[in-house]
């Protein structure tokens, strides 16, 4: 009876290592059918990836411009149109800020005919003279000082030129026709001036 137990384990030995083989073979096969169907999409991705011709990379690319061109164009279009926008709105801030000058030099004027007191009306007058030149200078704007200085063609326009009082105001300017002003440390309007010669 040993020899029929010793048989039979020899059996199942056997038969454990036939079926250990035959799923070996299986995994192979169908690790050999894996790697041939990844190869066949390989090829396929390979056919499908074929080299595009001079004709189709021309069109591909005069495309590509045409919608460059009419990006670029909506661009510079929509920039124009705020920096105009961007104008506007910033000439609506600054005449807002003014108009408060303005409805003052409207009351003085509206009393200047029915006033007795000449000295009120002055008075009345330089704060709203003060009031404005704040208001310049919130803005950046102040007055060339020009009266008695060098001439100077960077910031003067001389009109005419007169025999100077003194020798020492021989190149200088004697009078001021209209004021100058700087906009931020640059020239807005140049004063138009009279020199001494």
Same mark, same amino acid.
């Given at each position: 009876?040993?020899?029929?137990?010793?048989?039979?384990?020899?059996?199942?030995?056997k038969?454990?290592?036939?079926?250990?083989?035959?799923?070996?073979?299986?995994?192979?096969?169908?690790?050999?059918?894996?790697?041939?169907?990844?190869?066949?999409?390989?090829?396929?991705?390979?056919?499908?990836?074929?080299?595009?011709?001079?004709?189709?990379?021309l069109?591909?690319?005069?495309?590509?411009?045409?919608?460059?061109?009419?990006?670029?164009?909506?661009?510079?279009?929509?920039?124009?149109?705020?920096?105009?926008?961007? @104008?506007?709105?910033?000439?609506?801030?600054?005449?807002?800020?003014?108009?408060? $000058?303005?409805?003052?030099?409207?009351?003085?004027?509206?009393v200047?005919?029915?006033?007795?007191?000449?000295?009120? $009306?002055?008075e009345?007058?330089?704060?709203?003279?003060?009031?404005?030149?704040?208001?310049?200078a919130? @803005?950046?704007?102040?007055?060339?000082?020009?009266?008695?200085?060098?001439?100077?063609?960077?910031?003067?326009?001389?009109?005419?030129?007169?025999?100077?009082?003194?020798?020492?105001?021989?190149?200088?300017? $004697?009078? $001021?026709? @209209?004021k100058g002003?700087y906009?931020?440390?640059?020239?807005?309007?140049f004063?138009k001036?009279?020199?001494?010669?």
């Open positions: 009876m040993a020899d029929k137990t010793k048989l039979t384990d020899s059996q199942k030995d038969k454990t290592e036939l079926e250990e083989t035959l799923s070996q073979e299986e995994v192979q096969n169908e690790t050999s059918k894996e790697e041939a169907s990844e190869e066949n999409d390989e090829k396929e991705l390979r056919e499908e990836k074929k080299e595009p011709t001079a004709e189709e990379k069109a591909e690319l005069q495309d590509r411009y045409l919608r460059l061109s009419a990006e670029y164009d909506n661009f510079r279009k929509r920039t124009l149109k705020e920096k105009i926008d961007l @104008q506007k709105s910033g000439n609506e801030n600054l005449l807002n800020s003014l108009l408060p $000058v303005a409805d003052d030099f409207d009351r003085a004027m509206g200047v005919d029915e006033a007795t007191d000449i000295k009120a $009306v002055k009345g007058l330089k704060l709203i003279s003060g009031k404005f030149s704040g208001f310049l919130q @803005q950046g704007v102040k007055e060339i000082d020009a009266v008695k200085k060098k001439f100077d063609t960077d910031l003067h326009e001389a009109i005419t030129k007169i025999p100077a009082p003194s020798k020492k105001m021989k190149g200088k300017v $004697v009078d $001021v026709v @209209q002003y906009l931020n440390d640059r020239v807005l309007r004063a001036v009279v020199i001494g010669e």
